[in-house]
């Protein structure tokens, strides 16, 4: 297949312009095809693996699709209770100041059982990194109506759409918590096309070198995809959520450093 | 001026078919094969490996990590 002419003498280790990290293992990840928790593994993991943080670093994971992340990163992974993930954050942070923390939750998690861990935990203004997976369900376990659900979005418990007068109206985490005082850094992004995976990529960076400062809670949501849960292919459903998702959930920083 | 070459390398049996490369390539060099690998799924290869430019911007989408890029000047 690969046999045109040239192209055997290119690979070689020299020429080497990009490969998965050594920080990611090389276990075949859960996730349904398209998902974009593997993305958003890889770039942190990119990350950690560019800071030499490697030995230094705590994950908290939650439950939800990502409660297996400690197969596939090759650090520290503490697993919390569903949605209490900052509050062992916070104790890991506490005893082991000189750790980083971070922890790595989705909607169903952050936003729903969570919602007083977390926004306590930023509140407080502990330093810890918050990552949070915004696919407006609960994708594990079968696409039902998360809070982050849309107005007029479908799930398996929504089956009309999502009316708000009966089951109220979508929680925006993101916005809540960058009007708290505690959080240092609070932005938006997407892992869905390169040049956002290079965007967001670059926001952990930040966000890891700000906790090296002790300044306060760091909180990067990411508006991923959930093909299986949405019920599209992978292509249809990275497209429906630049049309439908990102209205409703801009990308940007919300809250920066004031230099 | 220097040509910039490139070339990718998939590892076909971890690849889940998202199609998600193939859309990101800026120069089409990724298709999905006609055949499946040992999980059922048709895993993407380089089609018209000619045309890579090593952007490296499937390696940057693919949420498997199953794209290594290598690129070199001619």
Known sequence: ?259 | MAKIKGSIVVNMENCKGCEICMVSCPTGTISMAKEVNGKGYYYAYPANPDLCIGCASCAMVCPDGVITVYKTKI
Request: hydrophobic share 35%.
């Open chain 1, 1 to 259: 297949m690969i046999e045109a002419t040239g192209i055997k003498e290119i690979i070689k280790p020299e020429n080497l312009a990009y490969r998965k990290t050594d920080i990611m293992t090389d276990n075949i990840l859960s996730y349904c095809p398209g998902c974009g928790h593997g993305t958003a593994h890889r770039i942190l993991a990119e990350v950690i693996d560019e800071e030499e943080l490697q030995s230094q670093t705590i994950g908290v994971s939650p439950v939800g699709c990502s409660v297996m992340m400690y197969n596939y990163l090759d650090v520290d992974i503490q697993q919390a209770a569903h949605g209490r993930a900052p509050a062992v954050a916070t104790a890991i942070k506490r005893l082991m100041p000189e750790k980083f923390v971070f922890t790595y939750q989705g909607d169903g998690d952050l936003a729903a059982i969570g919602t007083a861990e977390t926004i306590h935990a930023c509140n407080r203004g502990e330093n810890i990194l918050i990552i949070f997976i915004n696919n407006g369900i609960y994708g594990m376990t079968g696409g039902q109506m998360a809070p982050t659900t849309l107005p007029g979005m479908k799930s398996s418990t929504s089956p009309f759409g999502r009316d708000v007068k009966t089951m109220g109206n979508p929680l925006k985490m993101t916005d809540i918590v960058a009007t708290l005082p505690g959080t240092y850094y609070v932005t938006r992004q997407s892992v869905h096309t390169p040049a956002n995976v290079r965007k967001t990529k670059k926001a952990i960076r930040k966000a890891v070198q700000y906790q090296k400062l002790d300044k306060g809670t760091c909180f990067i949501e990411i508006v991923a995809n959930c093909p299986s849960g949405w019920k599209m292919t992978p292509v249809q459903s990275n497209k429906w959520m630049e049309e439908t998702m990102f209205p409703f959930y801009p990308l940007g920083d919300l809250k920066t450093p004031e230099e």
